[in-house]
């Protein structure tokens, strides 16, 4: 998907809203047990649910991975759903690749070729050979996203993200201290503009994204933490929303598990039907 159909989606379903499927067979419904592939079941469910309110959808592979050679099968029979049956949502996988480039590259082909996807989200601390085959590989008649992490929304993001740093490539006693997120940022802009390459941003940062958007003020930026984490749709929009909304904000366990008896699926769709409705509020200021 191209920024400009992303964008064009946005506008005209009122929402920038990414569902996160980080599904747990523990948490799942019972009654659901039954069923021959129980997370592909819930899955399902709660996609038919949440369509006409989301733009975008993100299967945390680790919630896949879990279970094996069935967890894979689960994963791959949910993105065929979402493909066949809602192919205007973007597709991300949450996985968190970065390795060295030549394993890098088998990643993206593993996401971009086999699966068909419209991004994966980078771990960007092995640097620019790490990240550049998420860039050139995949097949060439579909746009692929590398969506690089930067500022997380978990605790443990102070423990590095906002490390002090100096550019090693300047001179001098006056060569510029920034955080190291920052750095990223900065860094990663000679790598892809922003028809490629997002930023996972968190909610939690409040209004840090007002110093982000200097930095990055056209990109896409992945929104965690939203709800459960304890971030502010409002305040993310204040200060990290642009002309183009340029905002996709996941919302996983306050969606697809807000109730777990056979009206999950009613309950996930009120549930992104009201964020949607926020959304929509946040875009009309744009006008």
């Given at each position: ?7 064009r ?92 480039g ?45 969506i ?13 993200q ?34 490629r ?89 744009l006008?």
């Open positions: 998907m191209t920024k400009e159909e992303l964008i989606n946005i506008f005209a379903k009122k929402s920038f809203l990414c569902v996160g499927l980080d599904t747990d067979i523990k948490k799942i419904p019972e009654h659901l047990l039954k069923e021959e592939d129980p997370i592909f079941a819930f899955n399902k469910a709660i996609i038919d649910a949440t369509a006409p309110y989301c733009v975008a959808y993100k299967p945390n592979l680790a919630f896949y991975e879990a279970f094996g050679v069935k967890g894979i099968m689960a994963f791959e029979k949910t993105i065929r759903y979402i493909q066949q049956n809602y192919p205007d949502q973007f597709i991300i996988a949450d996985a968190k690749r970065g390795d060295i030549n394993t890098s590259a088998m990643y993206a082909r593993t996401f971009f070729d086999e699966y068909n996807l419209d991004a994966v989200t980078v771990a960007p601390y092995m640097g620019e050979d790490s990240v550049r085959p998420f860039l050139t590989e995949g097949r060439e008649d579909k746009t692929h996203w590398v690089l992490l930067a500022l997380t929304s978990n605790k443990g993001s102070h423990d590095f906002l490390l002090r740093t100096r550019d090693t490539e300047g001179q001098g006693p006056d060569t510029e201290v920034m955080p190291l997120y920052e750095r990223v940022l900065r860094k990663s802009q000679e790598w892809a503009d922003d028809s390459m997002m930023y996972v941003i968190g909610a939690t940062q409040g209004k840090a994204f007002e110093a982000i958007r200097k930095i990055v003020p056209k990109n896409f930026l992945l929104v965690p933490g939203i709800g459960a984490q304890g971030g502010s749709l409002e305040e993310v929009c204040r200060y990290g929303m642009n002309k183009d909304c340029g905002l996709i904000v996941n919302n996983s366990r306050a969606i697809i598990y807000a109730d777990n008896t056979a009206n999950f699926a009613a309950a996930a769709r009120e549930k992104s039907k009201e964020m949607q409705q926020q959304m929509a509020c946040e875009l009309a200021k006008a």
